[in-house]
T-cell receptor, first 111, second 107 residues
Framework: NAGVTQTPKFRILKIGQSMTLQCTQD?????MYWYRQDPGMGLKLIYY???????DKGEVPNGYNVSRSTTEDFPLRLELAAPSQTSVYFC??????????FGDGTRLSIL | KNEVEQSPQNLTAQEGEFITINCSYS?????LHWLQQHPGGGIVSLFM???GKKKHGRLIATINIQEKHSSLHITASHPRDSAVYIC?????????FGTGTSLTVIP
């Protein structure tokens, strides 16, 4: 089992560009999350999903969009990249009565 | 006010020392999670516990639901234990995270 797979691992964007961070899981978990982690700060929830077709905003959703068309995939979209979105992004899943499983993260720099 | 508070923020220990990291939370929870993040690395779940104590190797996690407090202990600490340890509490469909305790174990 691969668990939670995030791509890309690293990316540099110019201000105003757009991109999609991919997250795929093979554990059939219903809950999926996108977090960002800024240096020296805790994880902040961007968006989450409790199942295919259902998404909801977290603490810091502005500037991002998500979709959940399948159980496996939960992509995060940045439409107009801004320097404030420079961060490390983690995707995570949660199964019933199980701990969270995290992807390896995507390091995104916006210049 | 943060829903999850961890202490200490930074901790340096000599190899072999007993380590304690504390987590206090203000929300009602069904379980608490301890996570580990190595420098530049991903995040791994160490424990999920809802009562009492759990042990995995040299790591021990305890929780007191009434006092809304949990501790993570590391016995016979080793340099490979150097990492950030994060406390997380689920509430509703979301998680609240502490800012982490950065542990450095010196040989």
């Amino acid at each position: 089992n691969a668990g939670v797979t995030q791509t890309p691992k690293f990316r540099i964007l110019k201000i105003g560009q757009s991109m999609t961070l991919q997250c795929t899981q093979d554990m059939n978990h219903n809950y999926m999350y996108w977090y960002r982690q800024d240096p020296g700060m805790g994880l902040k929830l961007i968006y989450y999903s409790v199942g295919a077709g259902i998404t909801d905003k977290g603490e810091v959703p502005n500037g991002y969009n998500v979709s959940r068309s399948t159980t496996e995939d939960f992509p995060l979209r940045l439409e107009l990249a801004a320097p404030s979105q420079t961060s490390v992004y983690f995707c995570a899943t949660l199964g019933h009565y199980q701990p969270q499983h995290f992807g390896d993260g995507t390091r995104l720099s916006i210049l | 006010k943060n829903e999850v508070e961890q202490s200490p923020q930074n901790l340096t220990a000599q190899e072999g020392e007993f380590i304690t990291i504390n987590c206090s939370y203000s929300v009602g929870i069904s379980a608490l999670h301890w996570l580990q993040q190595h420098p530049g690395g991903g995040i791994v779940s160490l424990f999920m516990l809802s009562s009492g104590k759990k042990k995995h190797g040299r790591l021990i996690a305890t929780i007191n639901i009434q006092e809304k407090h949990s501790s993570l202990h590391i016995t016979a600490s080793h340099p490979r234990d150097s990492a950030v340890y994060i406390c997380a509490v689920p509430t509703g469909n979301q998680f609240y995270f502490g800012t982490g305790t950065s542990l450095t174990v010196i040989p």
